[in-house]
């Protein structure tokens, strides 16, 4: 069974930075894509940025370009999303993800969710 568990979340000011964590278990990490997305209190659930397998090709929204970046150690079986110049319109629960079958890369249709960590930025 595929576990996802997030860390690092927490309550800072804008303009500070804050890196999430987010340690999987129950399969071979290696051969998946892992993502990062989030959600805001009353909004949808949205795509926050991608890393593949292999060689960390990466894709990010617009919303976070330049700021955010996501990285995994596969090694430790652990993706990170490093979060610099947050912004209170970054304040959400943030959650990791990674789809079913191995060595596809894209922004939706993720299979294994983490339960989330808070992310506040106050102004």
């Known amino acids: 069974q595929v576990l996802l568990v997030e860390s690092g979340g927490g309550l800072v000011q804008a303009g500070d930075s804050l890196k999430l964590s987010c340690a999987a278990s129950?399969?071979?990490?290696?051969?998946?894509?892992m993502a990062w997305f989030r959600q805001a209190p009353g909004k949808e659930r949205e795509f926050v940025a991608a890393?593949?397998?292999?060689?960390?090709?990466?894709d990010y929204a617009d919303s976070v370009k330049g700021r955010f970046t996501i990285a995994r150690e596969n090694a430790k079986n652990t993706v990170y999303l490093q979060m610099n110049s947050l912004r209170p319109e970054d304040t959400a629960v943030y959650y990791c993800?990674?789809?079913?079958?191995?060595?596809?890369?894209?922004?939706?249709?993720?299979?294994?969710w983490g339960r989330g960590t808070q992310v506040t930025v106050s102004s």
């Open positions: 993800a990674t789809p079913k079958r191995p060595y596809i890369f894209r922004r939706d249709g993720y299979d294994y």
């Open positions: 129950g399969r071979t990490f290696s051969m998946y894509t």
């Open positions: 890393i593949t397998w292999g060689d960390g090709n990466t």
